[in-house]
């Protein structure tokens, strides 16, 4: 049975660093593009970054980019999210999410409704 476990989150301030870290066991971990997703009270779970299955391609939401970094360590079955410059509109509940699939499509990686399996959350508070 697939497990994911996010850890790393935290009440940090505006333009503070954090790592979430998400480990998966119960599956293959090379054969699934892994993503992370988070959701704000009172809003839909939002797309943040995804990474192919070799780790070779990443994707991520523009409201991100250049500010997080995805990598993953198939040697140790985890996903990690490297959160720069932090913002008070990143606060929300972070999860990460497996996808069983040889390819890393660019129009799919972003949809939730693509991925088999979800973690717990994780939460991430950044103060203004």
């Known amino acids: 049975q697939a497990l994911l476990v996010e850890s790393g989150g935290g009440l940090v301030q505006t333009g503070d660093s954090l790592r979430l870290s998400c480990a998966v066991s119960g599956l293959t971990f090379g054969s699934y593009n892994m993503g992370w997703f988070r959701q704000a009270p009172g809003k839909e779970r939002d797309f943040v970054a995804a990474?192919?299955?070799?780790?070779?391609?990443?994707y991520y939401a523009d409201s991100v980019k250049g500010r997080f970094t995805i990598s993953r360590d198939n040697t140790k079955n985890a996903v990690y999210l490297q959160m720069d410059t932090l913002k008070p509109e990143d606060t929300a509940l972070y999860y990460c999410?497996?996808?069983?699939?040889?390819?890393?499509?660019?129009?799919?990686?972003?949809?939730?409704?693509?991925?088999?399996?979800w973690g717990q959350g994780t939460q991430v508070t950044v103060s203004s």
């Open positions: 990474i192919s299955r070799s780790g070779g391609s990443t």
């Open positions: 999410a497996a996808d069983f699939n040889y390819y890393f499509d660019y129009e799919k990686v972003h949809q939730h409704h693509q991925y088999d399996y």
